[in-house]
Protein backbone atom coordinates (compact mmCIF):
# COMPACT_ATOMS: atom_id res chain seq x y z
CA UNK A 1 0.00 0.00 0.00
CA UNK A 2 2.96 2.33 0.73
CA UNK A 3 3.91 2.28 -3.06
CA UNK A 4 0.63 3.14 -4.26
CA UNK A 5 0.80 6.28 -1.80
CA UNK A 6 4.25 6.99 -2.80
CA UNK A 7 3.33 6.70 -6.39
CA UNK A 8 -0.23 9.33 -5.86
CA UNK A 9 2.48 11.09 -3.99
CA UNK A 10 4.22 11.44 -7.05
CA UNK A 11 1.33 12.37 -9.48
CA UNK A 12 0.36 14.93 -7.24
CA UNK A 13 4.69 16.28 -7.21
CA UNK A 14 3.58 16.80 -11.27
CA UNK A 15 0.49 18.56 -10.62
CA UNK A 16 2.28 21.09 -8.63
CA UNK A 17 5.16 21.65 -10.79
CA UNK A 18 2.74 22.00 -13.78
CA UNK A 19 0.69 24.20 -12.03
CA UNK A 20 3.44 26.32 -10.96
CA UNK A 21 3.07 27.31 -15.12
CA UNK A 22 -0.17 28.46 -14.46
CA UNK A 23 0.29 30.68 -11.35
CA UNK A 24 2.48 32.99 -13.01
CA UNK A 25 4.53 33.84 -9.96
CA UNK A 26 1.57 33.13 -7.65
CA UNK A 27 -0.26 36.12 -9.17
CA UNK A 28 -3.35 33.94 -10.33
CA UNK A 29 -5.55 33.03 -7.34
CA UNK A 30 -7.09 29.59 -8.26
CA UNK A 31 -4.00 28.28 -10.03
CA UNK A 32 -2.01 29.68 -6.52
CA UNK A 33 -4.50 27.85 -4.62
CA UNK A 34 -4.98 24.76 -6.69
CA UNK A 35 -0.85 24.73 -6.90
CA UNK A 36 -0.35 24.90 -3.04
CA UNK A 37 -2.98 22.39 -2.13
CA UNK A 38 -1.30 19.52 -4.72
CA UNK A 39 2.43 20.53 -3.02
CA UNK A 40 0.45 19.63 0.38
CA UNK A 41 -0.97 16.80 -0.42
CA UNK A 42 1.83 15.94 -2.57
CA UNK A 43 3.94 15.97 0.78
CA UNK A 44 1.73 14.25 3.31
CA UNK A 45 1.67 11.47 1.22
CA UNK A 46 5.17 11.31 0.36
CA UNK A 47 5.52 11.31 4.28
CA UNK A 48 2.29 8.79 4.80
CA UNK A 49 4.36 6.63 2.25
CA UNK A 50 8.26 7.23 4.70
CA UNK A 51 6.11 5.07 7.46
CA UNK A 52 7.11 1.62 5.74
CA UNK A 53 9.44 2.45 3.39
CA UNK A 54 12.81 3.49 3.54
CA UNK A 55 13.82 7.46 3.55
CA UNK A 56 16.34 7.50 0.74
CA UNK A 57 13.97 5.07 -1.90
CA UNK A 58 10.84 6.78 -1.03
CA UNK A 59 12.40 10.23 -1.60
CA UNK A 60 13.82 9.54 -4.77
CA UNK A 61 10.97 7.59 -5.97
CA UNK A 62 8.96 10.85 -5.68
CA UNK A 63 10.89 12.62 -7.33
CA UNK A 64 11.94 10.80 -9.92
CA UNK A 65 8.34 10.07 -10.77
CA UNK A 66 7.93 14.14 -10.68
CA UNK A 67 10.19 15.07 -12.40
CA UNK A 68 9.69 12.43 -15.07
CA UNK A 69 6.07 13.00 -15.38
CA UNK A 70 6.36 17.01 -15.03
CA UNK A 71 8.61 16.35 -18.53
CA UNK A 72 6.56 14.33 -20.19
CA UNK A 73 3.68 17.14 -19.82
CA UNK A 74 6.41 19.49 -20.76
CA UNK A 75 6.35 18.17 -24.08
CA UNK A 76 2.75 17.60 -24.20
CA UNK A 77 1.67 21.00 -22.74
CA UNK A 78 4.43 23.25 -23.38
CA UNK A 79 5.62 21.80 -26.74
CA UNK A 80 8.57 21.73 -25.02
CA UNK A 81 11.47 19.80 -27.48
CA UNK A 82 11.44 15.91 -27.00
CA UNK A 83 15.33 15.35 -28.32
CA UNK A 84 16.64 11.69 -27.85
CA UNK A 85 19.17 13.09 -25.29
CA UNK A 86 16.33 14.29 -23.26
CA UNK A 87 14.24 11.04 -23.58
CA UNK A 88 17.70 9.38 -23.26
CA UNK A 89 18.22 11.12 -19.60
CA UNK A 90 13.94 10.58 -18.53
CA UNK A 91 15.05 6.55 -19.46
CA UNK A 92 17.60 6.72 -16.84
CA UNK A 93 15.92 8.14 -14.06
CA UNK A 94 13.15 5.59 -14.69
CA UNK A 95 15.69 3.41 -14.83
CA UNK A 96 17.01 4.56 -11.28
CA UNK A 97 13.33 4.28 -9.90
CA UNK A 98 12.80 0.96 -11.27
CA UNK A 99 15.90 -0.03 -9.97
CA UNK A 100 15.26 1.43 -6.36
CA UNK A 101 11.79 -0.33 -5.99
CA UNK A 102 13.65 -3.61 -6.62
CA UNK A 103 16.00 -3.55 -4.42
CA UNK A 104 13.89 -2.01 -1.35
Partial sequence: MAWV????????????????????????LWPSVGTVTAMVISVVLLGWSMRTLPVGTAYAVWTGIGAVGTVALGIVLFQEPATAARLGCVALIVAGIVGLKITA
Fill in 5 to 28: ILFIAGLFEVAWAIGLKYTDGFSR
